[in-house]
């Protein structure tokens, strides 16, 4: 069966329906601010390895450049393994014991990742970690699925994956000056168990389903249990998994997202190393210059997905963004060897504009697909973007260990987030206009 991505509508209808219930919009405060903290966390344990490698745990290791970098790959690799069948046990069974399950798991082996001191030890720990997280994504995708129409898809998805900029913009503030204070080590100690604690918290406040909630009047958990059946009933029939790989849109999404997952990783990892390496700065001013990049991401995201939601537009939202990321990353690295301070506003621009499609991209599954493959077809996607932040991860660092300069790593990025771009850009579109689904506004 041949895939495109869902008709893009023209104008909105009906938005009274929805606004007028004030138990609608109860879900933007009791779901989301959840969702996002919890990604926060994820986040925060997955990326602080970038700080630990340029605070110099390598040396205190005795470990080499190369190992190194296996190290920070090797947390992708885990992440790779376990998505799809994470994806099926949180539609079948509960997102919220699953995400309960990792927060305690990836807490724990976070923290060991400032206390384990033999290298194999280190290099499991830092790939069960990755496992852990792994279930995260998917898991809470579909949760959202549950609570949310397609016109607040956009920035439904946004709010939870804001929790990635956000912890890179106030850890960049933070745990430099941690590091400074503490160690390494005992900031690995010291991020990790915040995740344990909030896996309790996420426990009491999440359920499922609107229908298992308290705070959802009848007549406002009708409607939106009307508005999601009737959003369902216009997707095609897929029976399974494996016919929906078939699909061209799909097997494009998927390999799109692994280029896209390439240029980031590589940039959120390596970016203190390469700033400190190019400002000559110490490690606190470090994660203040690699901050900036990250705050632009955040205004962007928002901006991105505001727009998209009210369009119900996709692909134009997605592919220029990319495209320009990997020009900027291009630009950076051209003027690296001539002003750092050219070379930083580039990778400023580079940074925002790869963060900003992803409220939209996320939309695309359960817009294509119905509830039965939409949630493990994502795992998919985020599967293939955890193998390239794998090959970012590593590559990025072995050219900038074997080089001596941060060049190579740059153009390696620039170059897969332009494929990125340019196979968004190729994925067909639907060409007639339906009308869209009734849009809840946020409060």
């Known amino acids: 069966m041949k895939t495109t991505l869902p008709p893009e509508p023209t104008g909105l209808a009906g938005a009274d329906v929805l606004r007028a219930k004030p138990g609608l919009r109860k879900r933007w405060l009791y779901i989301l601010p959840s969702v996002f903290i919890t990604y926060s966390l994820a986040y925060l344990d997955r990326t602080n390895y970038g700080f630990g490698a340029a605070a110099g745990m390598a040396n205190t290791l005795h470990i080499s450049n190369s190992r190194s970098s296996l190290l920070g790959a090797l947390f992708f690799l885990g992440y790779f393994l376990f998505q799809i069948p994470g994806a099926s046990y949180a539609r079948r069974k509960s997102a919220r014991y699953l995400v309960f399950f990792a927060l305690v798991s990836w807490g724990s082996l976070a923290s060991l990742t400032g206390v384990i001191r033999n290298f194999w030890l280190l290099a499991i720990d830092r790939m069960l970690l990755g496992v852990a997280e792994s279930f995260i994504l998917p898991a809470m995708l579909i949760l959202l699925t549950n609570w949310f129409t397609r016109a607040e898809r956009s920035r439904t998805n946004t709010l939870l994956v804001l929790g990635n900029p956000v912890t890179v913009l106030w850890m960049s503030l933070a745990t430099g000056y941690l590091i400074r204070a503490v160690g390494w ?56 998994l494996r016919s929906a790989i078939r699909q061209p849109g799909v097997t494009l999404l998927t390999v799109q997202y692994f280029f896209w ?11 203190p ?12 001013m470090t994660g203040v210059i690699s901050a900036v990049p990250y705050l632009f991401a955040i205004l962007f995201m928002l901006l991105v997905s505001h727009f998209s939601d009210r369009s119900l537009r996709r692909k134009q939202f997605i592919w220029p963004f990319l495209m320009i990321a990997g020009v900027a990353l291009l630009g950076s690295c051209l003027t690296a060897g001539q ?22 991209f996320f939309a695309i599954m359960p817009e294509i697909l119905p509830r039965n493959v939409s949630g493990e077809v994502t795992a998919l996607v985020n599967s293939s973007g955890a193998l390239g932040g794998f090959a970012g991860t590593w590559l990025v660092g072995l050219l900038q260990a074997r080089t001596g300069d941060s060049r190579s790593g740059f153009l390696l990025m620039s170059v897969s987030l332009v494929i990125a771009g340019i196979m968004v850009l190729c994925i067909r579109m639907a060409p007639r206009n339906i009308p869209s689904t009734v849009p809840e506004l946020a409060p």
Do not use: C
């Open 339 to 360: 002003s750092f301070w050219w070379a930083y506003g580039f990778l400023i621009v580079a940074g925002a504009a790869m963060y900003a499609p992803y409220g939209p």
């Open 185 to 240: 080590q005992m900031t690995f100690i010291l991020e990790g168990l915040p995740s344990v604690i909030w896996g309790f918290a996420w426990l009491f406040v999440i359920r499922d389903h609107p229908q298992e909630v308290s705070w959802m009047d009848k007549a406002s958990l009708k409607n939106l249990s009307e508005q999601l059946e009737d959003e369902q009933k216009d997707l095609p029939k897929v029976a399974s």
């Open 273 to 284: 190393s390469m700033v400190q390496a190019g400002a000559a700065k110490g490690i606190a």
């Open 261 to 271: 997952s390439l240029g980031v990783y590589g940039f959120v990892l390596w970016l």
